[in-house]
């Protein structure tokens, strides 16, 4: 695509290996977990301590990152993603698992959240001219999906090769690889320039509180929102979705990996619409407008009487539901000054992150305890609710510029 830097496809070509790895991470690591004893409280401990890991990562690297330097921060959380995964490989000790989810650089959820989002978010837009704001995050975001389409799949290998291989075997090897993609995600970090960076006058303004300035008020405002949007997507993040799946009608690894390439997929498809679509309407409007019927048909899923018709709803909510990621990333950066933008995205972040941490280990204990479907139904209700609630705090808010 042209008017996109080389900096631009270096930091969309390291989400999208990253993605690759995030996607079979995601959807395998509830199963392989429930697989080697565990119960459904455990797994929700671990997905909580992944999220809220990365939640401390990020409030700790994203106020330090344009002063310390954007790309350091983004090699440091590479080279942590590939500890992460070096020690998945090595053992399965619970409380091993726990600390390497505790370094904030694995993701369970099928959209990303933490330290790399943040600092990726502040640096893209010097990489693109403003009018094409978002559509470069469109891009960001549709290499992404399709990325984690394919790692989804890659998730079916151990029971793929379970004829000749040992299942243990090829299930640590999808931890290596994972490692080894962290490995490669901080290389392609090392090759960004020096523009990427907070640059002049910038450099020399005071640390407020955050890291903000005069964007300080609308950004926690923004912050406030979109954390109650995360915590109901703590309660059905990819992960327990999968074990939702496969506690309800017993399927496996591989035709699991299968369902979450497709929703991916449409996850993928659904971005391209979204720049065009936030031309004619507004990012606003193409925030809230598509992401309500999204949030009904995540509460039609329990309802659902057979795998079949339960997936059909899944995918026809992944073609909803993650339009409104590049409108939301795009809009912030729109709100608040160029060197308040890595502050701006870490706090957004951090606060998607938090409540993001929480909810996973209540679904665990709903799904133990309680009732299969509740996740899905309280998560739905939580979620429309934080749209109706954005809408009409900031429909009157103008854009200093019309960035779309």
Not at 27 to 55: K, M, N, P, T, W
Not at 312 to 321: A, D, G, V
Request: charged content about 10%.
């Amino acid at each position: 695509m042209r008017g996109i830097s080389r900096d631009g496809w270096l930091i969309i070509g390291a989400r999208t290996l990253r993605s690759f790895a995030f996607g079979f991470f995601s959807v395998h690591i509830a199963l392989y977990l429930r697989g080697l004893g565990y119960d459904e409280a455990q797994i929700g401990l671990l997905l909580s301590c992944a999220l809220g890991g990365s939640a401390l990562l990020t409030i700790i690297l994203s106020t330090v990152a344009d002063r310390w330097g954007r790309r350091r921060v983004l090699v440091i959380c590479g080279l942590l993603m590939c500890a992460a995964g070096l020690v998945f490989a090595a053992t399965a000790n619970l409380i091993a698992l726990l600390l390497a989810a505790l370094t904030g650089a694995v993701s369970v959820t099928s959209s990303e959240v933490g330290a790399f989002l943040a600092v990726e978010q502040a640096a893209l837009p010097q990489t693109a001219a403003a009018e094409q704001r978002t559509t470069l995050f469109s891009l960001y975001n549709i290499t992404s999906y399709a990325a984690l389409a394919v790692g989804a799949l890659a998730s079916g290998l151990p029971d793929f090769l379970r004829g000749g291989f040992d299942p243990a075997i090829t299930q640590r090897l999808l931890y290596l690889a994972y490692g080894l993609s962290g490995a490669g995600v901080a290389l392609l970090y090392t090759q960004l320039s020096a523009a990427v960076e907070v640059q002049g006058a910038a450099m020399k303004r005071p640390l407020l509180a955050l890291g903000l300035g005069p964007s300080r008020a609308i950004v926690l405002r923004l912050a406030a929102l979109q954390s109650v949007d995360a915590f109901a997507g703590g309660l059905v993040v990819q992960s327990l979705i999968a074990l939702w799946l496969n506690l309800r009608f017993g399927v496996g690894d591989d035709l699991l990996g299968v369902v979450f390439f497709f929703a991916n997929l449409c996850s993928t498809a659904s971005l391209l619409a979204a720049p065009a679509l936030a031309r004619r309407i507004g990012l606003l409007n193409t925030m809230v407008f598509t992401h309500l019927p999204s949030n009904l048909l995540l509460m039609l899923i329990p309802l659902m009487p057979n795998f079949a018709w339960a997936t059909l709803i899944l995918l026809l909510r992944q073609c909803l539901s993650q339009m409104d990621v590049p409108t939301r990333q795009a809009y912030t950066m729109a709100l608040v000054a160029p060197d308040e933008r890595s502050a701006a995205a870490g706090v957004t972040v951090v606060a998607r992150a938090v409540a993001n941490a929480i909810s996973p280990s209540l679904s665990g204990i709903a799904l133990r305890y309680v009732a299969l479907g509740l996740p899905f139904l309280v998560g739905g209700l939580l979620k429309s609710g934080y749209d109706i609630a954005l809408y009409f705090t900031f429909r009157k808010v103008p854009l200093p510029t019309e960035e779309q």
